[in-house]
Protein backbone atom coordinates (compact mmCIF):
# COMPACT_ATOMS: atom_id res chain seq x y z
CA UNK A 1 0.00 0.00 0.00
CA UNK A 2 1.66 3.32 -0.80
CA UNK A 3 1.63 6.25 1.42
CA UNK A 4 -1.14 8.23 -0.37
CA UNK A 5 -3.43 5.60 0.44
CA UNK A 6 -2.47 4.74 4.29
CA UNK A 7 -3.18 8.63 4.52
CA UNK A 8 -6.22 8.62 3.30
CA UNK A 9 -7.02 5.24 5.02
CA UNK A 10 -6.14 6.95 8.61
CA UNK A 11 -7.89 9.90 8.08
CA UNK A 12 -11.12 8.26 6.90
CA UNK A 13 -10.88 6.08 10.29
CA UNK A 14 -10.42 9.58 11.84
CA UNK A 15 -13.38 10.91 10.72
CA UNK A 16 -15.34 7.51 11.53
CA UNK A 17 -14.08 8.02 15.11
CA UNK A 18 -14.91 11.35 15.49
CA UNK A 19 -18.32 12.00 13.89
CA UNK A 20 -19.81 7.90 14.17
CA UNK A 21 -19.69 7.70 10.15
CA UNK A 22 -21.02 3.79 9.25
CA UNK A 23 -17.99 2.26 7.93
CA UNK A 24 -20.07 -0.09 5.82
CA UNK A 25 -21.08 3.42 3.21
CA UNK A 26 -17.83 4.72 3.74
CA UNK A 27 -16.43 3.90 -0.02
CA UNK A 28 -12.74 2.72 -0.15
CA UNK A 29 -10.45 3.75 -2.23
CA UNK A 30 -9.21 2.35 -5.34
CA UNK A 31 -5.62 2.08 -4.91
CA UNK A 32 -2.80 2.20 -7.49
CA UNK A 33 0.53 -0.43 -7.10
CA UNK A 34 3.53 -0.13 -8.93
CA UNK A 35 5.56 -3.40 -9.40
CA UNK A 36 8.86 -3.21 -10.99
CA UNK A 37 12.16 -6.15 -11.84
CA UNK A 38 14.84 -3.64 -10.83
CA UNK A 39 15.25 -0.29 -8.83
CA UNK A 40 17.97 0.86 -11.71
CA UNK A 41 17.33 2.34 -15.20
CA UNK A 42 20.44 1.94 -17.18
CA UNK A 43 20.36 4.15 -20.44
CA UNK A 44 22.67 4.78 -23.33
CA UNK A 45 23.84 8.66 -24.28
CA UNK A 46 22.15 10.04 -26.87
CA UNK A 47 19.39 6.78 -27.35
CA UNK A 48 16.12 6.67 -26.67
CA UNK A 49 15.21 4.99 -24.07
CA UNK A 50 12.34 2.24 -23.74
CA UNK A 51 12.20 0.72 -20.32
CA UNK A 52 9.78 -2.56 -20.06
CA UNK A 53 10.07 -3.73 -16.62
CA UNK A 54 7.38 -1.75 -14.98
CA UNK A 55 3.73 -2.69 -14.06
CA UNK A 56 1.13 -1.02 -12.93
CA UNK A 57 -2.45 -2.38 -11.55
CA UNK A 58 -5.69 -0.65 -11.09
CA UNK A 59 -9.25 -0.74 -11.25
CA UNK A 60 -9.57 3.36 -12.80
CA UNK A 61 -7.37 4.98 -15.38
CA UNK A 62 -4.02 6.31 -14.74
CA UNK A 63 -2.08 9.22 -15.26
CA UNK A 64 2.01 9.04 -15.16
CA UNK A 65 4.66 11.48 -14.23
CA UNK A 66 8.22 10.88 -15.01
CA UNK A 67 10.90 13.08 -13.21
CA UNK A 68 14.62 13.10 -12.90
CA UNK A 69 17.69 15.26 -11.77
CA UNK A 70 20.46 15.32 -9.32
CA UNK A 71 20.43 13.88 -5.91
CA UNK A 72 20.40 16.93 -2.99
CA UNK A 73 23.90 17.48 -1.70
CA UNK A 74 25.70 15.53 0.59
CA UNK A 75 22.60 12.45 -0.08
CA UNK A 76 22.57 9.41 -2.02
CA UNK A 77 20.53 8.94 -5.54
CA UNK A 78 19.06 6.11 -2.91
CA UNK A 79 17.81 8.61 -0.38
CA UNK A 80 15.46 10.18 -3.11
CA UNK A 81 16.05 13.82 -2.30
CA UNK A 82 16.31 15.92 -5.51
CA UNK A 83 18.28 18.49 -5.82
CA UNK A 84 16.51 19.96 -9.14
CA UNK A 85 13.93 18.06 -10.66
CA UNK A 86 12.66 17.86 -13.85
CA UNK A 87 9.83 16.78 -15.64
CA UNK A 88 9.67 14.53 -18.48
CA UNK A 89 7.67 15.44 -21.83
CA UNK A 90 6.24 11.77 -21.16
CA UNK A 91 3.07 9.78 -19.94
CA UNK A 92 4.06 6.20 -20.95
CA UNK A 93 5.13 3.59 -18.97
CA UNK A 94 8.00 2.34 -20.87
CA UNK A 95 9.86 6.49 -20.64
CA UNK A 96 10.27 6.52 -24.21
CA UNK A 97 12.69 9.39 -23.72
CA UNK A 98 15.88 10.48 -24.89
CA UNK A 99 18.79 11.06 -21.83
CA UNK A 100 21.20 13.61 -23.11
CA UNK A 101 23.42 13.80 -19.72
CA UNK A 102 25.92 11.46 -18.40
CA UNK A 103 25.61 10.27 -15.41
CA UNK A 104 23.80 8.69 -12.05
CA UNK A 105 20.21 10.84 -11.29
CA UNK A 106 16.97 10.13 -9.02
CA UNK A 107 14.45 8.65 -11.52
CA UNK A 108 11.02 9.03 -9.94
CA UNK A 109 7.58 7.45 -11.56
CA UNK A 110 4.24 9.23 -10.20
CA UNK A 111 0.72 7.38 -10.75
CA UNK A 112 -2.41 9.28 -10.39
CA UNK A 113 -5.48 7.45 -10.87
CA UNK A 114 -7.86 9.91 -9.13
CA UNK A 115 -8.49 8.83 -5.87
CA UNK A 116 -4.88 7.75 -5.16
CA UNK A 117 -1.14 8.28 -5.98
CA UNK A 118 1.73 5.65 -5.99
CA UNK A 119 5.42 6.93 -5.83
CA UNK A 120 8.07 4.49 -7.88
CA UNK A 121 11.57 5.60 -7.43
CA UNK A 122 15.04 4.39 -9.37
CA UNK A 123 18.36 5.06 -10.18
CA UNK A 124 19.03 5.99 -13.77
CA UNK A 125 22.26 5.67 -15.04
CA UNK A 126 22.91 7.27 -18.41
CA UNK A 127 25.73 5.50 -19.52
CA UNK A 128 28.37 7.04 -21.94
CA UNK A 129 30.32 3.37 -22.25
CA UNK A 130 33.65 4.10 -20.05
CA UNK A 131 30.98 4.77 -17.16
CA UNK A 132 32.28 2.24 -14.05
CA UNK A 133 34.70 -0.53 -14.32
CA UNK A 134 38.83 -1.15 -13.71
CA UNK A 135 41.38 0.55 -15.59
CA UNK A 136 44.65 -0.60 -15.67
CA UNK A 137 47.41 1.89 -17.60
CA UNK A 138 50.38 -0.32 -18.80
CA UNK A 139 53.24 0.21 -21.07
CA UNK A 140 55.11 -1.92 -23.20
CA UNK A 141 58.86 -2.91 -24.21
CA UNK A 142 58.75 0.59 -26.66
CA UNK A 143 57.28 2.87 -23.36
CA UNK A 144 54.06 3.08 -25.59
CA UNK A 145 51.13 3.30 -23.09
CA UNK A 146 47.41 2.32 -23.26
CA UNK A 147 44.89 1.48 -20.97
CA UNK A 148 43.03 -1.96 -20.53
CA UNK A 149 39.53 -1.21 -19.40
CA UNK A 150 37.22 -4.16 -17.53
CA UNK A 151 33.86 -2.91 -17.23
CA UNK A 152 31.36 -3.25 -15.31
CA UNK A 153 28.42 -4.48 -16.74
CA UNK A 154 24.79 -3.17 -16.02
CA UNK A 155 22.27 -5.82 -15.92
CA UNK A 156 21.02 -5.28 -19.69
CA UNK A 157 24.19 -4.99 -21.10
CA UNK A 158 25.25 -8.94 -19.23
CA UNK A 159 21.44 -10.39 -20.53
CA UNK A 160 22.72 -8.74 -23.97
CA UNK A 161 26.12 -9.99 -24.29
CA UNK A 162 28.38 -7.02 -24.35
CA UNK A 163 31.35 -6.60 -24.83
CA UNK A 164 33.37 -6.86 -20.79
CA UNK A 165 36.96 -6.26 -22.05
CA UNK A 166 38.11 -3.05 -23.93
CA UNK A 167 42.03 -1.77 -24.75
CA UNK A 168 42.39 1.94 -25.65
CA UNK A 169 45.08 5.08 -26.13
CA UNK A 170 42.77 7.76 -24.80
CA UNK A 171 44.66 10.74 -25.81
CA UNK A 172 46.28 8.66 -29.26
CA UNK A 173 50.10 8.47 -28.95
CA UNK A 174 50.31 7.67 -24.73
CA UNK A 175 54.08 7.07 -24.25
CA UNK A 176 55.32 6.90 -20.26
CA UNK A 177 52.42 6.00 -18.33
CA UNK A 178 53.20 6.09 -14.85
CA UNK A 179 50.09 6.59 -13.17
CA UNK A 180 46.56 6.95 -12.85
CA UNK A 181 43.72 9.41 -10.92
CA UNK A 182 40.20 10.04 -10.68
CA UNK A 183 38.05 12.80 -9.41
CA UNK A 184 35.16 14.12 -9.12
CA UNK A 185 35.75 16.42 -6.11
CA UNK A 186 34.70 19.28 -8.28
CA UNK A 187 30.95 18.18 -8.25
CA UNK A 188 31.02 17.25 -4.44
CA UNK A 189 32.50 20.46 -3.40
CA UNK A 190 30.31 22.79 -5.97
CA UNK A 191 33.88 24.39 -8.07
CA UNK A 192 32.58 23.06 -11.62
CA UNK A 193 30.86 20.49 -13.31
CA UNK A 194 34.51 19.04 -14.06
CA UNK A 195 35.39 15.94 -13.49
CA UNK A 196 38.88 14.43 -13.66
CA UNK A 197 40.67 11.19 -14.85
CA UNK A 198 44.46 12.10 -15.18
CA UNK A 199 47.12 10.58 -16.40
CA UNK A 200 50.71 10.89 -15.69
CA UNK A 201 53.58 10.22 -17.49
CA UNK A 202 57.26 10.15 -17.81
CA UNK A 203 58.04 10.84 -21.45
CA UNK A 204 60.28 13.43 -22.97
CA UNK A 205 57.79 16.96 -21.00
CA UNK A 206 56.88 14.53 -17.88
CA UNK A 207 53.27 15.28 -19.93
CA UNK A 208 49.75 15.27 -17.63
CA UNK A 209 46.90 14.72 -19.54
CA UNK A 210 43.44 15.45 -18.05
CA UNK A 211 39.98 13.78 -19.11
CA UNK A 212 36.19 14.29 -18.74
CA UNK A 213 36.09 11.19 -16.70
CA UNK A 214 32.39 11.09 -17.37
CA UNK A 215 33.47 10.72 -21.66
CA UNK A 216 36.84 9.82 -21.28
CA UNK A 217 37.62 12.86 -23.77
CA UNK A 218 40.74 15.11 -23.16
CA UNK A 219 40.20 18.72 -21.59
CA UNK A 220 43.67 19.53 -21.23
CA UNK A 221 47.51 18.66 -21.53
CA UNK A 222 50.53 20.20 -19.46
CA UNK A 223 53.98 19.49 -18.96
CA UNK A 224 56.86 19.09 -15.95
CA UNK A 225 60.12 20.27 -18.45
CA UNK A 226 60.40 23.67 -16.83
CA UNK A 227 61.34 22.18 -13.45
CA UNK A 228 63.71 19.00 -14.98
CA UNK A 229 61.71 16.02 -13.76
CA UNK A 230 59.01 14.29 -14.29
CA UNK A 231 55.83 12.81 -11.92
CA UNK A 232 56.96 9.40 -10.18
CA UNK A 233 53.46 8.27 -7.93
CA UNK A 234 49.82 10.01 -6.92
CA UNK A 235 50.11 10.77 -3.35
CA UNK A 236 46.23 12.37 -3.02
CA UNK A 237 43.80 15.37 -3.38
CA UNK A 238 42.90 18.16 -1.62
CA UNK A 239 39.55 19.97 -2.57
CA UNK A 240 37.24 22.64 -1.00
CA UNK A 241 35.39 25.37 -2.70
CA UNK A 242 37.30 26.72 -5.55
CA UNK A 243 40.31 24.18 -5.13
CA UNK A 244 40.73 20.76 -6.47
CA UNK A 245 44.31 19.79 -6.73
CA UNK A 246 46.12 16.57 -7.25
CA UNK A 247 49.31 16.40 -5.42
CA UNK A 248 52.55 14.31 -6.59
CA UNK A 249 55.87 13.24 -5.93
CA UNK A 250 58.42 13.51 -8.64
CA UNK A 251 61.48 11.17 -9.99
CA UNK A 252 63.63 13.07 -7.76
CA UNK A 253 61.66 13.37 -4.10
CA UNK A 254 59.97 16.30 -4.78
CA UNK A 255 56.16 17.34 -4.00
CA UNK A 256 54.12 19.18 -6.83
CA UNK A 257 50.72 20.17 -6.87
CA UNK A 258 48.37 20.02 -10.05
CA UNK A 259 45.63 22.17 -10.54
CA UNK A 260 42.87 20.21 -11.67
CA UNK A 261 40.44 23.37 -12.64
CA UNK A 262 43.23 25.80 -14.36
CA UNK A 263 46.01 23.43 -15.24
CA UNK A 264 48.73 25.29 -13.52
CA UNK A 265 51.51 22.90 -12.17
CA UNK A 266 54.29 24.06 -9.54
CA UNK A 267 56.44 22.52 -6.72
CA UNK A 268 55.76 23.20 -3.17
CA UNK A 269 58.93 23.95 -1.39
CA UNK A 270 59.98 24.20 1.89
CA UNK A 271 59.81 20.03 3.04
CA UNK A 272 62.30 19.59 5.53
CA UNK A 273 63.73 16.80 3.22
CA UNK A 274 63.21 14.79 -0.69
CA UNK A 275 60.89 11.92 -0.33
CA UNK A 276 61.02 8.44 -1.23
CA UNK A 277 57.32 7.33 -0.60
CA UNK A 278 53.98 8.64 -0.70
CA UNK A 279 50.81 7.57 0.17
CA UNK A 280 47.33 8.10 0.03
CA UNK A 281 45.13 8.67 2.98
CA UNK A 282 41.72 7.87 1.98
CA UNK A 283 39.84 7.75 5.70
CA UNK A 284 36.53 9.02 7.10
CA UNK A 285 35.83 10.16 10.90
CA UNK A 286 32.67 8.35 10.83
CA UNK A 287 30.79 5.19 9.26
CA UNK A 288 28.44 7.41 6.73
CA UNK A 289 31.10 10.49 6.84
CA UNK A 290 32.70 12.15 3.60
CA UNK A 291 35.60 10.01 2.46
CA UNK A 292 38.91 12.21 2.27
CA UNK A 293 41.96 11.41 -0.07
CA UNK A 294 44.56 13.71 1.60
CA UNK A 295 48.09 13.78 0.14
CA UNK A 296 51.36 11.74 2.69
CA UNK A 297 54.66 11.83 1.95
CA UNK A 298 58.04 10.13 4.06
CA UNK A 299 61.37 10.24 3.23
CA UNK A 300 63.44 8.23 6.23
CA UNK A 301 63.26 10.71 9.03
CA UNK A 302 60.10 12.49 7.85
CA UNK A 303 56.27 12.42 8.01
CA UNK A 304 54.43 15.40 5.69
CA UNK A 305 51.76 16.83 4.25
CA UNK A 306 49.71 19.94 3.38
CA UNK A 307 46.60 20.62 2.17
CA UNK A 308 46.70 23.77 -0.11
CA UNK A 309 48.72 25.84 -2.22
CA UNK A 310 48.55 28.43 0.95
CA UNK A 311 48.68 26.22 3.83
CA UNK A 312 51.56 25.34 5.76
CA UNK A 313 53.81 22.51 5.43
CA UNK A 314 53.29 20.03 8.58
CA UNK A 315 55.54 17.45 9.43
CA UNK A 316 56.99 15.07 12.28
CA UNK A 317 59.93 13.51 12.38
CA UNK A 318 60.92 9.92 13.80
CA UNK A 319 62.04 9.49 16.89
CA UNK A 320 65.83 9.41 17.37
CA UNK A 321 67.82 6.28 16.37
CA UNK A 322 64.84 5.09 13.79
CA UNK A 323 64.07 5.45 10.71
CA UNK A 324 60.46 5.25 8.27
CA UNK A 325 59.84 1.80 6.74
CA UNK A 326 56.29 3.20 5.25
CA UNK A 327 53.22 4.12 6.49
CA UNK A 328 49.47 3.66 5.88
CA UNK A 329 46.17 5.07 7.25
CA UNK A 330 42.85 3.91 8.88
CA UNK A 331 40.03 3.71 6.33
CA UNK A 332 37.62 4.73 9.14
CA UNK A 333 38.67 6.22 12.34
CA UNK A 334 37.94 9.60 13.85
CA UNK A 335 41.75 9.96 15.63
CA UNK A 336 45.32 9.08 14.91
CA UNK A 337 44.45 7.58 11.44
CA UNK A 338 47.76 7.43 10.16
CA UNK A 339 50.28 4.74 11.55
CA UNK A 340 54.09 4.70 10.99
CA UNK A 341 56.86 1.66 10.73
CA UNK A 342 60.15 2.48 12.24
CA UNK A 343 63.25 1.09 11.87
CA UNK A 344 65.75 0.73 14.14
CA UNK A 345 69.36 2.23 12.58
CA UNK A 346 71.14 0.52 15.47
CA UNK A 347 69.68 -2.96 15.38
CA UNK A 348 67.94 -3.72 11.69
CA UNK A 349 65.68 -6.56 13.47
CA UNK A 350 64.02 -3.85 15.96
CA UNK A 351 61.07 -1.95 15.12
CA UNK A 352 58.47 0.24 16.56
CA UNK A 353 54.87 1.58 15.36
CA UNK A 354 54.00 4.88 16.44
CA UNK A 355 50.52 6.73 15.09
CA UNK A 356 50.00 10.21 15.01
CA UNK A 357 46.96 12.91 14.41
CA UNK A 358 49.08 14.69 11.46
CA UNK A 359 46.36 15.95 9.01
CA UNK A 360 46.23 18.50 7.00
CA UNK A 361 43.15 20.38 8.43
CA UNK A 362 44.74 19.74 12.03
CA UNK A 363 47.32 21.31 14.08
CA UNK A 364 49.61 19.44 15.60
CA UNK A 365 50.43 20.32 19.43
CA UNK A 366 52.89 17.90 21.86
CA UNK A 367 55.10 17.08 19.05
CA UNK A 368 52.07 15.25 17.38
CA UNK A 369 52.63 11.73 18.01
CA UNK A 370 50.36 9.63 20.02
CA UNK A 371 51.57 8.49 23.36
CA UNK A 372 51.25 4.57 22.59
CA UNK A 373 54.31 2.98 21.22
CA UNK A 374 54.40 -0.62 20.11
CA UNK A 375 57.80 -2.00 19.54
CA UNK A 376 58.82 -5.44 18.20
CA UNK A 377 61.40 -7.91 16.62
CA UNK A 378 61.40 -9.57 13.55
CA UNK A 379 64.12 -11.30 11.56
CA UNK A 380 62.60 -10.88 8.10
CA UNK A 381 59.87 -8.23 8.01
CA UNK A 382 57.25 -8.70 5.15
CA UNK A 383 57.23 -5.24 4.68
CA UNK A 384 59.21 -2.22 3.32
CA UNK A 385 59.04 1.06 1.63
CA UNK A 386 58.03 -0.34 -1.45
CA UNK A 387 54.85 -2.20 0.07
CA UNK A 388 51.47 -0.13 -1.21
CA UNK A 389 49.25 0.10 1.53
CA UNK A 390 45.62 -0.10 1.16
CA UNK A 391 42.61 0.15 3.43
CA UNK A 392 39.13 -1.09 2.70
CA UNK A 393 35.72 -0.56 4.88
CA UNK A 394 34.81 -4.23 5.20
CA UNK A 395 38.15 -4.73 6.96
CA UNK A 396 39.82 -3.07 9.59
CA UNK A 397 43.76 -4.50 8.37
CA UNK A 398 45.96 -2.28 5.77
CA UNK A 399 46.26 -5.03 2.89
CA UNK A 400 49.77 -4.59 1.37
CA UNK A 401 52.40 -5.76 -1.20
CA UNK A 402 55.41 -7.93 -0.59
CA UNK A 403 57.20 -10.02 -3.21
CA UNK A 404 54.60 -12.00 -4.48
CA UNK A 405 51.82 -11.97 -2.00
CA UNK A 406 49.52 -9.86 0.13
CA UNK A 407 49.66 -9.54 3.26
CA UNK A 408 47.58 -8.18 6.32
CA UNK A 409 48.63 -5.27 8.82
CA UNK A 410 46.17 -4.68 11.95
CA UNK A 411 48.57 -1.28 12.00
CA UNK A 412 49.18 -1.16 16.08
CA UNK A 413 50.53 -4.45 16.03
CA UNK A 414 53.03 -6.23 14.13
CA UNK A 415 52.72 -7.01 9.86
CA UNK A 416 51.77 -10.35 9.10
CA UNK A 417 54.45 -13.08 8.73
CA UNK A 418 52.39 -15.32 6.67
CA UNK A 419 50.04 -13.89 3.42
CA UNK A 420 46.58 -13.19 2.99
CA UNK A 421 46.64 -14.01 -0.65
CA UNK A 422 49.37 -15.84 -2.78
CA UNK A 423 48.87 -14.87 -6.22
CA UNK A 424 49.71 -17.85 -9.22
CA UNK A 425 52.97 -18.79 -9.73
CA UNK A 426 55.00 -16.31 -11.79
CA UNK A 427 52.92 -13.38 -11.08
CA UNK A 428 54.50 -10.91 -10.18
CA UNK A 429 52.25 -7.84 -7.96
CA UNK A 430 52.63 -4.69 -9.88
CA UNK A 431 49.57 -2.37 -7.87
CA UNK A 432 46.13 -2.75 -5.87
CA UNK A 433 43.06 -1.08 -5.56
CA UNK A 434 39.26 -1.23 -3.92
CA UNK A 435 36.32 1.04 -5.18
CA UNK A 436 36.24 2.96 -1.99
CA UNK A 437 34.39 5.67 -3.60
CA UNK A 438 31.36 3.40 -4.24
CA UNK A 439 28.29 3.12 -2.63
CA UNK A 440 30.52 2.89 0.47
CA UNK A 441 31.53 6.16 0.57
CA UNK A 442 28.49 7.56 1.45
CA UNK A 443 28.16 4.93 4.02
CA UNK A 444 25.90 2.46 2.03
CA UNK A 445 27.16 -1.41 4.10
CA UNK A 446 26.53 -4.83 2.94
CA UNK A 447 28.05 -7.05 0.31
CA UNK A 448 27.02 -4.53 -2.66
CA UNK A 449 28.63 -1.48 -1.67
CA UNK A 450 31.11 -1.11 -3.75
CA UNK A 451 34.43 -1.41 -1.32
CA UNK A 452 34.10 -5.56 -1.18
CA UNK A 453 36.40 -6.61 -4.05
CA UNK A 454 40.62 -6.05 -4.10
CA UNK A 455 42.01 -5.80 -7.42
CA UNK A 456 45.37 -6.52 -8.24
CA UNK A 457 46.89 -6.41 -11.41
CA UNK A 458 50.67 -8.56 -12.24
CA UNK A 459 52.91 -9.19 -14.39
CA UNK A 460 53.98 -12.55 -15.61
CA UNK A 461 57.19 -12.03 -18.10
CA UNK A 462 56.83 -15.86 -18.78
CA UNK A 463 53.59 -15.82 -19.64
CA UNK A 464 52.92 -16.70 -23.73
CA UNK A 465 52.23 -13.77 -26.44
CA UNK A 466 52.56 -9.78 -25.93
CA UNK A 467 50.25 -9.34 -23.47
CA UNK A 468 51.56 -10.20 -20.49
CA UNK A 469 49.49 -8.04 -17.83
CA UNK A 470 46.38 -9.32 -15.98
CA UNK A 471 44.29 -8.71 -13.38
CA UNK A 472 42.75 -10.61 -10.82
CA UNK A 473 40.14 -10.03 -8.27
CA UNK A 474 39.63 -10.84 -4.47
CA UNK A 475 37.04 -10.52 -2.14
CA UNK A 476 38.19 -8.86 0.95
CA UNK A 477 35.71 -11.16 3.22
CA UNK A 478 37.34 -14.49 2.78
CA UNK A 479 40.04 -13.60 0.60
CA UNK A 480 38.51 -15.91 -1.66
CA UNK A 481 39.24 -15.52 -5.91
CA UNK A 482 36.44 -14.14 -7.25
CA UNK A 483 37.86 -13.70 -11.23
CA UNK A 484 40.78 -13.65 -13.39
CA UNK A 485 41.76 -11.53 -16.64
CA UNK A 486 44.83 -13.04 -17.85
CA UNK A 487 47.09 -11.37 -20.64
CA UNK A 488 44.93 -8.08 -21.14
CA UNK A 489 47.72 -5.78 -21.48
CA UNK A 490 51.09 -4.94 -21.59
CA UNK A 491 53.52 -4.54 -18.51
CA UNK A 492 50.93 -2.85 -15.92
CA UNK A 493 52.05 0.49 -13.56
CA UNK A 494 48.32 1.40 -11.94
CA UNK A 495 45.19 0.10 -11.39
CA UNK A 496 42.24 2.19 -10.27
CA UNK A 497 38.41 1.63 -9.72
CA UNK A 498 37.13 4.22 -12.37
CA UNK A 499 33.57 4.64 -10.54
CA UNK A 500 30.68 5.93 -12.09
CA UNK A 501 30.30 9.54 -11.50
CA UNK A 502 26.80 11.16 -10.13
Not at 59 to 78: C, I, K, S
Request: hydrophobic share 35%; aromatic share 12%.
Amino acid sequence: MNRSTLWTLAAGLALTACFGIDEENYPALSPVVITSVSDTVNAQLGIPLEYAGISIESDLPVTLEWAYGEPAQNTTVEQGRFAVRKVLDTQSPTIDYTFNEIGSFILRLKADNGESIAYKFFRLNVNSGYDEGVAILDRDDDGTSGIAFVKTLTSEEVLAGEQELFYFDPVGGLKEGVALYVSDASLSYGVGNQTAFVILTADEQGSIYLLDAKTLELVQKGSMAEFGTKPKKVAGEYARQNDLSLYFLSEDGRVFRYDMLLGYIYEISGFPETFKGCFQAVNRTYASGATTRYPFFFGDNWLSTRQSASAGIKSLVVDSGYRIVNAACARTQSSAPVYVLMQSTSDPAAYRIRSSKLSPTVDIHGGGWESAVNNFTAEDLKMDENSIMLGAKTSSDIYYTYDNAIYRWGMTTAPGSQPAIMLPEGEQIVDIATNFMGKAAAGVSGPDNGEDLLYVATYNPGRAGDRKGSLYVYRFADDSRVAAYEGICHRPVQVIYKYRMN
